[in-house]
Nanobody, 121 residues
Framework: QVRFVESGGGLVQSGGSLRLSCLVS????????MAWFRQAPGKQRDLVAG???????????NYADSVRGRFTISRDNAKNTVYLQMNSLRPENTAVYYC???????????WGQGPQVTVSS
C-alpha cells in the first residue's frame, strides 16, 4: 500500500519561504506523476505542481500559473522523497498541502494528513 507522509509546513510572513517534503513508501505502478496539491478553507483541492520521470531525458515539471516562478518541485529517488520549495509566499498560498501520485486526472493513492502552510500579511 502506498503511503505519503508530508512535512515542513508552518507559519511564515509574506515574502518568506518554506520547503515541504513528502516521504513516499510503497510501490507506485508507472506511469505516474508525483504532485503537490493544496486545499484552502472552503475551497476544493487544487493541483500546485507535478514532476514526471522522463528517464534519460530528465524529469518534466509543471506548475499552476499562480505559483510558476516561485515554487519548485523536485525529488530525490534515493530518499523516496518529493519536495516543494516555496519562495515569495503570499497570504493566498495559505492552505493544507498534500502530495499524491497521479495519472492524468486520477490520484492513485489515499491522501495523507498534509501540513498546514499559513502565510501572514
Amino acid at each position: 500500500q502506498v503511503r505519503f507522509v508530508e512535512s515542513g509546513g508552518g507559519l511564515v510572513q509574506s515574502g518568506g519561504s518554506l520547503r515541504l517534503s513528502c516521504l513516499v513508501s510503497g510501490t507506485i505502478v508507472s506511469p505516474y506523476t508525483m504532485a503537490w496539491f493544496r486545499q484552502a478553507p472552503g475551497k476544493q483541492r487544487d493541483l500546485v505542481a507535478g514532476i514526471t520521470d522522463g528517464g534519460t531525458g530528465g524529469d518534466t515539471t509543471n506548475y499552476a500559473d499562480s505559483v510558476r516562478g516561485r515554487f519548485t518541485i523536485s525529488r530525490d529517488n534515493a530518499k523516496n522523497t518529493v519536495y516543494l520549495q516555496m519562495n515569495s509566499l503570499r497570504p493566498e498560498n495559505t492552505a493544507v498541502y498534500y502530495c499524491n501520485a497521479r495519472y492524468r486526472t486520477l490520484v492513485l493513492a489515499s491522501w495523507g494528513q498534509g501540513p498546514q502552510v499559513t502565510v501572514s500579511s
